[in-house]
């Protein structure tokens, strides 16, 4: 086989032949379990706007949208082109020692359309990268070490951004973590009371939370704003998953005209889908002290960051959300979808309430429901309340084929990401997919319900 140039194809059919049996062994056993377990252990072959096509040729509705990463939609094909170009015009990338300049065309892009007065930015190549930056940023600009951050948060998992996570669970057994107080979300009394001690260098705060699915309230981030500056700390919203028109506007933070951040974080979504890259967008004075003279021109910076191809796939991410006007279909598809499934909460017990904006939605499921459901399945015990969610995502990807998630292992909300291209047709199915499977669920007997304990009691196994 020596010297013989691999193929694309090749690669993907030996790797195919073997993923069974190697991502198990070589990659994650539990992950492998959990998708065994709950049937989502599928071969896709192709990705097109919102859809995703199995090796039998089926095809699905993707509503988990790689986490939100596919906003403009799967394999775009003025993604595609301008990206193919890029790699056959041999431009270098990571020369270094250069003045980039698809960075500082992307930067001043990203500083024309923020609010407030981010003139800078730090590319890096994912959202917790960024939120580290920001964290690093804020100590040296304000001389404090702690972060304030909110229950339920979740800002990425290194050291650094872990310590600003909600989520008692993914922190459990990684500490001791960096300085970090925890408050409710959405809660100014609770912000300006921790603000007061005047021992927090950053308040990091989603618009809409990845991991609750709720909102801010309206003018809770613009008071946020106003109560940072006030006590010295400085406001660093996080726009990994909303940014780029996710909830309606290109930025959520946008909802609140009152609301000024000193940073603001993205990532996923800039990505295009295909090429990996974060964004820490920073008010000049801030930026000025950590880069503050030339032998700290590089204080902080990464091999990776900057990319030919990761700057290309942000500024053309950016262009295809203005041509085809993403936010406002977002906003146009979320509320009518938001609507639909109000009143599928109205109609069905085991569904309690809608939470988000735009196409980042939540239905939360009814605890005393999945309470008196786990309690009359015989065997099942508390790890099962974890896998009850998962029941409903299953049953959609089964009879439906629509992909779906919880909004995290440990919570019974059922989450929608789909790419911003979704159209109206899919939207209509998804609807009609979700009250029919509430409906199976609290039919007498449900099927489903019996197929939802045996996967738990496989998990056991
Ligand atoms: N911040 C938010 C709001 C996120 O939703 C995520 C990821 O889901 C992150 C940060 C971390 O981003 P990444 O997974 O790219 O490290």
Same mark, same amino acid.
């Given at each position: 086989? =020596?010297?013989? =140039? ?26 492998? =379990? ?20 199995? $090796? ?60 407030? $007065? ?339 009691? =496989?998990?056991?196994?």
């Amino acid at each position: 086989m =020596r010297g013989e =140039r691999s193929s694309f194809t090749k690669l993907m059919t030996d790797a195919r032949e073997g993923v069974a049996r190697d991502y198990a062994t070589h990659v994650n056993p539990q992950f492998a =379990r959990l998708l065994d377990c709950t049937g989502f252990d599928r071969r896709y072959v192709r990705g097109e706007g919102a859809k995703l096509w199995d $090796d039998a040729g089926t095809e699905y509705l993707d509503c988990i949208g790689g986490y939100a990463v596919h906003a403009i939609g799967r394999n775009h094909p003025d993604m595609i082109a301008t990206l193919t170009e890029a790699l056959h015009s041999g431009v270098p990338s990571w020369v270094q020692f250069e003045r980039n300049p698809l960075a500082a065309l992307l930067a001043r892009r990203l500083a024309e359309r923020t609010p407030g $007065d981010l003139q800078h930015a730090f590319f890096s190549n994912s959202g917790t990268e960024a939120i580290e930056c920001a964290l690093k940023l804020a100590r040296r600009a304000t001389n404090r070490s702690a972060v304030l951050h909110c229950a339920m948060s979740f800002h990425g998992l290194t050291l650094g951004a872990l310590a600003a996570n909600g989520n008692e669970h993914l922190r459990d057994g990684f500490g001791p973590l960096g300085e970090s107080k925890s408050i409710p979300f959405d809660d100014l009394a609770a912000l300006e009371q921790a603000l007061a001690s005047r021992q927090c260098a950053a308040f990091l705060v989603e618009p809409v939370q990845g991991k609750s699915c709720r909102s801010a309230s309206d003018g809770y981030l613009g008071e946020a704003a106003r109560l940072c500056k006030k006590h010295g700390t400085l406001l660093v919203i996080d726009e990994v998953q909303t940014g780029v028109g996710r909830t309606g506007k290109f930025l959520a933070c946008e909802h609140d005209a009152a609301c000024q951040p000193d940073m603001l974080v993205l990532s996923k979504a800039l990505s295009g889908g295909l090429v990996p890259v974060g964004a820490t967008l920073v008010r000049s004075d801030i930026w000025a002290k950590t880069f503050d003279s030339m032998s700290h021109a590089l204080v902080h910076a990464s091999t990776f960051q900057s990319g030919v191809l990761a700057m290309t796939a942000a500024l053309t991410t950016i262009e295809i959300h203005d041509r085809e006007q993403l936010s406002a279909r977002a906003a146009r598809l979320g509320s009518t979808l938001r609507s639909a499934f109000e009143s599928a909460a109205q109609k069905y017990h085991v569904a309690k309430e809608v939470r988000g904006r735009g196409l980042m939605l939540g239905i939360g499921l009814h605890k005393d429901f999945a309470e008196r459901l786990l309690a009359s399945i015989p065997l099942l015990g508390n790890l099962e309340r974890v896998l009850f969610g998962q029941a409903f995502t299953m049953e959609l990807l089964a009879e439906h084929r629509i992909l779906c998630q919880v909004s995290d292992s440990h919570s019974n909300i059922l989450k929608f990401t789909p790419p911003l291209v979704i159209d109206d047709a899919s939207c209509a199915q998804l609807i009609q997919s979700v009250n029919a499977v509430f409906a199976k669920f609290e039919s007498p007997g449900s099927a489903s319900l019996h197929g939802a304990a045996r996967v738990v009691l =496989r998990a056991r196994q």
